[in-house]
């Protein structure tokens, strides 16, 4: 039993065959370009700021992710020696850059499944703060330098831990840190004015699907019968299909599509939950927006 998920017995019989004949993620990963209208994103993060609530895109981002997840379960599964598990968790890394020696690090966010945008951002914020820092020294850190240390031990200690990992006995402190065990790989490419990519999934770990945001481009669109240019923020998303069927994942990827158009519909938790097993609840950082409506109204009422 890993301690980082449960396995999925009632998947289909040819999706427990599949990862017998491509047992290895970079065997079965599938690329796709997903594309949203930036206005969209953008008008919502303004209109939020002017009412004092502070979003970003890559919050709109995540929390549409997070929402689609919360709907399509089979997006936060893995397979690992050809078993297909159900993440006990929902986590996101990213590589953040610190200031200065422009050096870099990778940490993980954890989600929950009733997160609403706000709680997305407040999570996504303390995360950046945490470790944006120059001298910011998180678990990953630490591990590398552990590695480091001693000559000649990493090849030895990769090695044990990818053998370990296939067995489900890789310590849970060393899963904790590591950038290739969770459940998606978020990079935002155009904060440092680059398109997007396909990047490759990993063959070690559990994470099935990397989402690489790029610089906005203009694409023709017909709106009213005319074509316009309508500029768009595009996504490079790789997945590994050993964990769904197409027609499950065309479903998700329409609904991350409506969601990044319509941030609208993140303000609050989902009205249902669909999951292979229950989540471990986490702490909300932020209201709802019935309980900002309220809060305002109470505020006038003093007045």
Known sequence: MRSDGKLVTDVTAMYRLFPYITPERNDSQNMINISCDYNAVHDYVNKKRKEGIKLSHMSVVLAAYVRTVSQHPFLNRFVVNCKVYAHNTLTTAMVVLRPGDKNETMGKIKFDLN?????????????VEENAQADSNNSLDKLMKALLAVPGLVRFAIWLFKKL???GLLPKAIMDASPFHESMVFTNLASI??????HHIYNFGTCNAILAMGNTVDKPRIVKGEQKLVKEIPFGLVMDERIGS?????MAFADLKNYLEHPELLENPPEELKYDFPFPTLSSRFPTKQQIKEAKKAEKAKK
């Open 115 to 127: 997160d609403t945008i706000f709680d997305v951002d407040q999570r996504l914020v303390k995360y």
């Open 165 to 167: 990992d296939k067995l």
């Open 193 to 198: 004015k680059t398109n997007y990519i396909y």
């Open 246 to 250: 197409g027609y499950e994942f065309a």
